[in-house]
């Protein structure tokens, strides 16, 4: 059972996606009686992004578990940086950038390839800058790109919801990267076709992260809420451990 000083627990989504997605971990959670926050992420670029979180978790008391899944993952890798009060970051098919690396770059290390950007549906918005629009997964391959084990059914519903990303933040350089001085957790999945697996796995090494595998598609949230409630379980009772110990 959580403790007086048990964590705050922050999910962070990413493209394509909203907080709801987190709805699975965050009852298991809940359950145990954890407290979570699952703020919006704009997805207007990531020194932005991380800024609007920065600000978020300035606003949270105690000690944080801080959880991001895809984009989200490069969000919190930024954000955390420096906040004595972050505890943990728990990566969930995500980007863990390393400094000066854009997600564009990111999605390549470890030989993998992603074809993610065959499958774009570019729209403008009201001052976008020049050559920048808002990015969406064409409905017509969401559900076998996105979300594969899913029913078909939901993932079309994932569709017509998703939340767009400004293009250009697949090639802003991320900053000095939080997992560099935070313990790191990392949830690879083996058959995911938007980040490629070799490119999880050799994010996590990098960053020295306690790592599963587990056999599922972009949305292990959604499709292994157990999987993911139990890794950030590990993080938080890892870290309670040590704050006790030190």
């Given at each position: 059972?959580?403790?007086?000083?048990?964590?705050?627990?922050?999910?962070?989504?990413?493209?394509?996606?909203?907080?709801?997605?987190?709805?699975?971990?965050?009852?298991?959670?809940?359950?145990?009686?954890?407290?979570?926050?699952?703020?919006?992420?704009?997805?207007?670029?990531?020194?932005?992004?991380?800024?609007?979180?920065?600000?978020?978790?300035?606003?949270?008391?105690?000690p944080i578990v801080l959880v991001?899944?895809?984009?989200?993952?490069?969000?919190?890798?930024?954000?955390?940086?420096?906040?004595?009060?972050?505890?943990?970051?728990?990566?969930?098919?995500?980007?863990?950038?390393?400094?000066?690396?854009?997600?564009?770059?990111?999605?390549?290390?470890?030989?993998?390839?992603?074809?993610?950007?065959?499958?774009?549906?570019?729209?403008?918005?009201?001052?976008?800058?020049?050559?920048?629009?808002?990015?969406?997964?064409?409905?017509?391959?969401?559900?076998?790109?996105?979300g594969q084990d899913l029913p078909?059914?939901?993932?079309?519903?994932?569709?017509?919801?998703?939340?767009?990303?400004?293009?250009?933040?697949?090639?802003?350089?991320?900053?000095?990267?939080?997992?560099?001085?935070?313990?790191?957790?990392?949830?690879?999945?083996?058959?995911?076709?938007?980040?490629?697996?070799?490119?999880?796995?050799?994010?996590?090494?990098?960053?020295?992260?306690?790592?599963?595998?587990?056999?599922?598609?972009?949305?292990?949230?959604?499709?292994?809420?157990?999987?993911?409630?139990?890794?950030?379980?590990?993080?938080?009772?890892?870290?309670?451990?040590?704050?006790?110990?030190?």
């Open positions: 059972m959580p403790s007086n000083s048990q964590p705050t627990i922050v999910f962070v989504h990413g493209a394509f996606a909203d907080s709801s997605g987190w709805l699975g971990p965050i009852s298991r959670l809940e359950a145990d009686g954890f407290t979570a926050l699952a703020p919006a992420n704009p997805l207007r670029g990531l020194r932005s992004d991380a800024d609007y979180l920065r600000a978020f978790l300035n606003t949270v008391p105690g991001g899944h895809s984009y989200g993952g490069a969000v919190i890798t930024n954000a955390a940086t420096g906040n004595p009060n972050v505890k943990a970051l728990v990566y969930i098919n995500a980007f863990a950038l390393d400094e000066g690396e854009p997600v564009a770059v990111a999605n390549e290390l470890g030989g993998g390839h992603s074809s993610l950007t065959e499958h774009i549906l570019a729209r403008p918005f009201p001052g976008a800058a020049e050559g920048d629009a808002d990015a969406y997964i064409d409905p017509a391959f969401f559900h076998s790109i996105f078909k059914a939901d993932a079309a519903a994932l569709a017509a919801t998703q939340r767009p990303a400004a293009l250009s933040t697949l090639g802003v350089p991320s900053g000095p990267p939080a997992w560099k001085s935070i313990p790191s957790w990392y949830l690879v999945s083996s058959a995911d076709r938007i980040i490629p697996p070799e490119a999880e796995r050799f994010m996590a090494a990098r960053a020295k992260a306690r790592t599963v595998e587990i056999d599922s598609s972009h949305v292990a949230m959604i499709s292994h809420p157990r999987e993911v409630a139990d890794l950030i379980l590990d993080a938080i009772r890892t870290t309670t451990r040590e704050s006790v110990n030190s």
